[in-house]
């Protein structure tokens, strides 16, 4: 039974670098994490006017005024910053689908527009995937490592993950809806009685979704034509839905709960993100 002895020894060994591993790479990702929210908060600029007036509604699509109306509190103030946290499932699989549950905490700034997302992704016990997902002074990020430590994932600075991380800003809006009022960076074209067109531009960028609303007013979907999604070593444009829903009144704002993204292939639909927010705050304008 030596043998045993020494089995049981060495796992242990295994189990104890692991954990240290772990450790290890937690504190470098926290360490990466609060650099770009730095960063982010960094490029924060002042944003005006300070509360929202029914009178900034005239001359928009008849669709975003009802979304404004049913949404928004007269005299409500205008969100500065964000900070929330999500559970849900992520689909790991580039064929059949394998979904594996997630959590994350994310910062917004609505002036400069930007964000970070910070994932967990669990793909094996013991063995959480981090993810990096971010927007900042106009660069897009996205960064994944097996504990924190063992890449996976590297992208940053490209113009066309630039464009795809400022879509996902302008189509999480709806968490921030004072964002989308008329002279806070996004501009309103008229579809048709149920969608409107937003475009949003930050710098050298410039980035358009189309905004569905449902029955009761509020943002029900959002869409590009071409966002870049990554295959392989290539970024190739393809349509992308997200769909918003679970409305609750929060600090006097209707904002979505609960949501899924998908890209739209041509063979159907393959959802890669289905969440929920389970922790919501604001800072308003001063």
């Known amino acids: 039974m030596v043998w045993l002895k020494w089995a049981i020894v060495g796992l242990a060994g295994l189990a104890a670098v692991w954990v240290v591993l772990g450790l290890v790479g937690l ?169 409107a067109r937003a475009t949003v531009r930050d710098g050298g960028i410039s980035v358009s979704l189309l905004f569905r609303f449902g029955a009761g007013g509020m943002i029900e979907s959002v869409r590009a034509e071409a966002r870049g999604r990554t295959v392989g070593d290539t970024v190739v444009p393809t349509p992308w839905e997200g769909r918003w829903s679970g409305y609750e009144r929060r600090d006097g704002m209707m904002v979505p709960m609960a949501g899924e993204v998908a890209w739209v292939l041509a063979e159907g639909e393959k959802p890669y993100w289905r969440g929920r927010v389970t922790a919501l705050a604001y800072a308003f304008s001063d």
């Open 27 to 195: 504190w470098r990702w926290q360490a990466r994490t609060a650099g770009l929210v730095s960063a982010l908060e960094g490029q924060r600029v002042a944003v005006g006017p300070a509360h929202y007036d029914p009178a900034m509604l005239a001359g928009l699509p008849a669709p975003v005024e009802r979304f404004f109306r049913a949404a928004l509190t007269p005299g409500q103030a205008m969100v500065r910053s964000v900070r929330m946290a999500h559970v849900g499932t992520f689909n790991m699989g580039s064929g059949v689908d394998t979904w594996k549950p997630f959590t994350s905490e994310q910062w917004v700034e609505v002036a400069r527009p930007g964000f970070v997302w910070d994932g967990r992704i669990g793909i094996a016990p013991g063995m959480p995937v981090r993810v990096h997902d971010a927007y900042v002074a106009g660069e897009g990020v996205l960064v994944a490592a097996v504990l924190g430590l063992l890449p996976v994932a590297h992208m940053r600075g490209t113009r066309d993950l630039a464009e795809g991380e400022l879509m996902r800003w302008l189509a999480e809006a709806a968490w921030y809806p004072t964002a989308l009022l008329p002279g806070q960076g996004v501009d309103w074209t008229a579809v048709d009685d149920a969608s």
